[in-house]
């Protein structure tokens, strides 16, 4: 089978310390962490960066250092830069583009997020999309809804998002999508309809979080987890560490008899530049 892809999401815009001790918010906390999870079977880095308080942002010195550090001690580890709506406001989400790391994340849509609107107007989805094909990032669409899966089926038909599309279904976020079976059996055929050459992965957020990665890798696509998404192991235990997540990610990649990719096969299937 395909081998799969595990991407760890080692930050976010909102986990703590209060919440884990284990979030790793600064630099070198991040390199570390991340360094971990790559000896566990992660290909993909998906990067937040944090102020001294801990507080999101999208300061592009911040991800210059994060990028620097992961490259010397990861050489061929896929850095993916998030876009996201936390940590920045307008095109001061994109500011760090420039520094064309290999892959960002790109929300094509607005949905409901726990406390607020996640807001992502098409002006600055157009934007955000030029930017990265200025750059020469390949964008994960982050796919909160199905209109989104729909959205980037436009884009890639009509030349904003070029090339192989990647989606990234995301579930269990409160007020979007929910981690149900069917939307994401629905989700995945949607997909191989209106982009049959397509990749995709799934994320699941909190508890879903497992459940997720279980579904995509048994349904053959690639996947995500790591302390932005679930600060816990279970009910009870927080989670170690991202590298513990990808540990377990990658032992249900060999209970459903997929592979690991490593970053070069990573690189290959999603059409990435050699590192």
Known sequence: MTPCILCVAITGSVPTKAANPAVPISISEQIESTHAAYEAGASICHAHVRNDDETPTSDPEKFAALQEGIKAHCPDMIMQFSTGGRSGAGEERGGMLSLRPDMASLSVGSNNFPTRVYENPPQLVDWLASEMVKYEVKPE????????????????????????????????????????????????????????????????????QIVLNEWAIAAGGHTRTGLEDNVRWDKNTLAPSNAALIQRAADLCEKYERPVATPSQAREILGLRTA
């Open 141 to 208: 669409i982050e796919a909160f809804d199905l209109s989104h899966i729909h959205k980037a089926a436009e884009m890639n038909r009509d030349g904003r998002i070029p090339g192989q599309l990647y989606i990234q279904f995301v579930m269990g976020v409160k007020n979007a999508m929910p981690a149900d079976k069917e939307a994401f059996d629905f989700y995945v055929k949607t997909l191989k309809r209106l982009v049959p050459d397509a990749q995709w992965c799934a994320a699941g957020i909190g508890p879903n």
